[in-house]
Nanobody
């Protein structure tokens, strides 16, 4: 399975970025999660969406600022990141699993992308 993240970049604090996770392999919807990692720290759950898009979960640190959504016609899952803070700076990864549920545990996911860098400066 090939997952590809895009949309990362450099943005000023308070600004917005939209990350996209594209599944290059499957033609059907699966559970997708977004994680992030800062050098020297463990990978952290950010948000997830189930395969039909009616259940979404967020970490407390991004709740109210980030919005996850899916576009099954394009086989993508988007993460709209608003009101960005310097502490949101990290490499962002999308992950997937063929399951009807959604989970925030890193080990639950079976497929991972290569990551995209997000840098927020003050």
């Amino acid at each position: 399975v090939q997952l590809e993240e895009s949309g990362g970049g450099l943005v000023q604090a308070g600004g917005s970025l939209r990350l996209t996770c594209t599944d290059r392999t499957r033609t059907y919807a699966v559970a997708v999660g977004w994680f992030r990692q800062v050098p020297g720290k463990e990978r952290e759950f950010v948000s997830g969406i189930n395969y039909i898009g009616d259940t979404t979960i967020y970490s407390d640190s991004v709740k109210g600022r980030f919005i996850i959504s899916r576009d099954d016609a394009k086989n993508t899952v988007n993460l709209q990141m608003n009101s960005l803070k310097p502490e949101d700076t990290a490499v962002y990864y999308c992950a997937s699993r063929e399951n009807v549920l959604i989970d925030q545990t890193e080990d639950w996911y079976t497929d991972w992308g290569q990551g995209t860098q997000v840098t927020v400066y003050s």
